[in-house]
T-cell receptor, first 116, second 116 residues
Framework: AQSVAQPEDQVNVAEGNPLTVKCTYS??????LFWYVQYPNRGLQFLLK??????LVKGSYGFEAEFNKSQTSFHLKKPSALVSDSALYFC??????????????FGKGTHLIIQP | NAGVMQNPRHLVRRRGQEARLRCSPM?????VYWYRQLPEEGLKFMVY????????ESGMPKERFSAEFPKEGPSILRIQQVVRGDSAAYFC??????????????FGNGTRLTVT
């Protein structure tokens, strides 16, 4: 079975500082990894994904994520946070081995709060 | 190009009534996924459908819940004899055909079901 852990319910960062939102995963085969963002009363918006290749993936709005196979992690990062980045962030995984459901498995989400 | 459309945005039902949630995927998309989001929890996969076929319903409760995606018209998630525990936000997502498991999902804004 596939699973995702987001160990922090909330991350607080001052505007202009770098931010990191943590994610670790567990799959039986090779993973497809995704980050989504959710604003209040809205659906999820796709930020970026890792399929294969370069471990550093760049996505929308200046976000990037680093795939670390040995640590089974896929942390979301941004060099300089904006107040408008405040939202709920979800990490998700899909197992390529076929052992998991066809749908994505999501973490519980991390509230990112950027303080002016 | 309209995104994934869900209606209604808000739905209030009394215990024992039926709830019908509709989802029109993005134009050209033939894959539909339904997820449920409970307060302070992540999204839980429910069902994956293609036109006229249920591909994976491993996340659907065995009773009272059903889903369809007919040849014509929107996908419908139906909850019979609703109970208070069914209160949640229900999200639909879609993806185009032939793009494989690495394709990101496009989410609607959700239907918030409240059971009184």
């Amino acid at each position: 079975a596939q699973s995702v852990a987001q160990p922090e319910d909330q991350v607080n960062v001052a505007e202009g500082n770098p931010l990191t939102v943590k994610c670790t995963y567990s799959v039986s085969g090779n993973p497809y990894l995704f980050w989504y963002v959710q604003y209040p009363n809205r659906g999820l918006q796709f930020l970026l994904k890792y399929i294969t290749g370069d471990n550093l993936v760049k996505g929308s709005y200046g976000f990037e994520a680093e795939f670390n196979k040995s640590q089974t992690s896929f942390h979301l990062k941004k060099p300089s946070a904006l107040v408008s980045d405040s939202a709920l962030y979800f990490c998700a995984v899909r197992d390529l081995s076929g052992g998991g459901a066809d749908g994505l498995t999501f973490g519980k989400g991390t509230h990112l709060i950027i303080q002016p | 190009n309209a995104g994934v459309m869900q209606n209604p945005r808000h739905l209030v039902r009394r215990r024992g009534q039926e709830a019908r949630l509709r989802c029109s995927p993005m134009k050209g998309h033939s894959h539909v996924y339904w997820y449920r989001q409970l307060p302070e929890e992540g999204l839980k996969f429910m069902v994956y459908l293609q036109k006229e076929n249920i591909i994976d319903e491993s996340g659907m409760p065995k009773e009272r819940f059903s889903a369809e995606f007919p040849k014509e018209g929107p996908s419908i998630l139906r909850i019979q004899q609703v109970v208070r525990g069914d209160s949640a936000a229900y999200f639909c997502a879609s993806s185009p055909p032939g793009t494989g498991v690495g394709s990101p999902l496009h989410f609607g804004n959700g239907t918030r079901l409240t059971v009184t």
